[in-house]
């Protein structure tokens, strides 16, 4: 091509594709927009229902045509009215199924900074203050966690694959190799979360032994169990090799006995891993930092900020003891990112997690960190707690049973009727009549068989007045179900 030719064509697709840069004006116009649809979405949250069973077969938003350009309103009101109304609502304080968060406001501000000077994330080198401001938060949820120094840590997308990096940096610091997987034996309980079972299989550990120790009555594993099964194990030539327990377990929210389990896996020479998705952030709290006791000796553990901090979702961290055993799992040379090396001030991110170009997701987290302080985080969490408690104790005042007394802000609880109706059958059709409601979402669970509600209060939006809106609902779908049969 003759370069008149080139510089012709260059002007034209320069002029072209400068829409994708709006002017200040447009982007003030869509900033308008968007700002009065997030007012309106927060501003609706206690009028609109928590989840809608309703129209599941709108395909509107599957069948989006990009052919063209469109304008900002039309745009948002595809949002609001294919988006918005079918299923769950995660930001309402009426969520009170699976484990909520909520999603702060601070939170999307830091979201759209982030995408705006998309800073990368991933490397030292190409943004100091990017991989400093993760590190920071590393440090302080470390801190908060009981973490001294030499200590390594990860934001991530969520808990799955903050379990993933765990299990995989236990995998090579303990040096576990695929011949001797049949013989490599692994420790949990049967409420430890799926995500752990599905980061065995991808970290490789598919054919390794896994032995589910037993649960006391309040749902914690049994340390005694443990600690003979490892044993029997080393008597039959096995190698134990890692133990996982729970800093809140996603169905009950208990907490195994960390400090007695930290023992059995130092005397066996076990990684010990703690998932601590759920209720690691409850460590910010006096009273539950004496239930945790011994989260500290773990070798890794796993949070959730996008439950115990109330981020919206894609907020995870994974800390691990020693920071070199993290580098020795992820760490990794490429040709073309020869010139990083020199700059070694502070580890990035990249070096410890499979993730190379990464979201500045940190910002996200730092930004509500910043707003707001710490405290109203800590009154956010003891509120929930004691919503928990209020909770428990009217559900029983309606008649209803409790599987175990809640440890955090978990209730595992269910109505059992006296007239001879299958328990399971009952409490499904109370969980459908809540659902068809919709006003606020519950989630289940089935433990031994048993058909169990679940009462999940993590959301900083989630007040009395949605705690309320629940009994009444409860009590109302008992006597309904009561008189359809
Ligand atoms: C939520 C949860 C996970 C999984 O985390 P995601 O953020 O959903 O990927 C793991 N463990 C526990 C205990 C959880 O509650």
């Known amino acids: ?43 609706e949250l206690n009028d609109k229902p928590s989840f809608s069973l309703e129209n599941y077969d709108d395909d509107t938003l599957s069948n989006t045509d990009f052919r063209s350009e469109n304008a900002i309103d039309d745009v948002l009101r595809l949002l609001k009215d294919h988006l918005e109304p079918p299923g769950l609502n995660p930001a309402s304080g009426g969520h009170l199924g699976y484990i909520p968060g909520g999603g702060l406001y601070a939170a999307a501000v830091g979201d759209y900074l982030a995408a705006v000077t998309n800073k990368y994330a991933g490397v030292f080198y190409a943004s100091p203050g990017a991989v400093r401001i993760e590190n920071a938060l590393i440090n302080w949820t470390a801190n908060v966690l009981g973490y001294n120094r030499g200590f390594g840590g990860n934001i991530t997308s969520g808990g799955s694959i903050a379990n993933l990096i765990a299990i995989t940096t236990a995998r090579d610091a303990k040096g576990i190799k695929g011949k001797d997987l049949h013989k490599t034996v692994i420790y949990m309980t049967k409420v430890a979360h799926h995500s752990l079972k599905k ?64 023992q059995v896996a130092k005397e066996n020479d076990l990684w010990f891993h703690v998932d601590g998705a759920y209720g690691g952030y409850f460590l910010l709290l006096d009273e539950c930092r004496e239930k945790m006791k011994g989260i500290a ?64 997701r940190s910002l996200r987290m730092w930004m509500p960190l910043k707003l707001h302080g710490e405290q109203p985080f800590i009154d956010a969490l003891k509120e929930k707690l004691l ?39 009952f409490n499904k059709r109370l969980m459908d009549k809540v659902h068809q409601d919709g006003k606020i979402f519950i989630s289940s669970t089935n433990i031994d068989g048993n058909y169990i509600l679940r009462f999940a209060c993590l959301s900083f939006r989630t007040h009395r007045y949605h705690v309320d809106e629940l009994l009444k609902l409860l009590l109302a779908c008992k006597e309904e179900v009561l008189a359809d049969m």
């Open 1 to 43: 091509m003759d370069q008149h030719n080139i510089l012709n064509q260059l002007q034209e697709l320069e002029k072209k594709s400068t829409v994708l840069e709006p002017s200040a004006n447009n982007r003030m116009q869509w900033e308008e927009a968007f700002t009065k649809y997030s007012k309106r979405y927060i501003d």
């Open 199 to 262: 980061a065995i299989v991808i970290a490789g550990l598919r054919e390794c032994v896994i032995r589910e120790i037993a649960l006391d009555k309040q749902y914690k594993m049994d340390v005694v169990a443990l600690a003979d099964q490892v044993k029997n194990d080393k008597t039959s030539g096995l190698n134990p090799f890692l133990v996982i327990g729970n800093a809140g377990s996603t169905d009950i929210g208990s907490i195994d006995p960390l400090l007695e389990i930290s």
């Open 297 to 360: 000796d773990a070798d890794s553990v796993v949070l959730d900020p996008h439950k115990g901090l109330f981020l919206p979702y894609g907020t995870g961290i994974v800390l691990i003891k020693r920071l070199e055993d993290m580098k020795q799992a992820f760490s990794y040379e490429a040709n073309y990112m020869q010139d990083t090396v020199s700059f070694e001030q502070e580890v990035s991110p990249a070096e410890l997690s499979p993730e190379l170009s990464k979201h500045f």
């Open 387 to 425: 919503l928990t408690e209020y909770f428990k104790q009217k559900v029983v005042e309606l008649g209803f049973e409790l599987l175990t007394e809640p440890e955090l802000t978990v209730v595992a609880y269910r109505y059992v009727p006296n007239n001879g109706m299958d328990a399971n059958e």
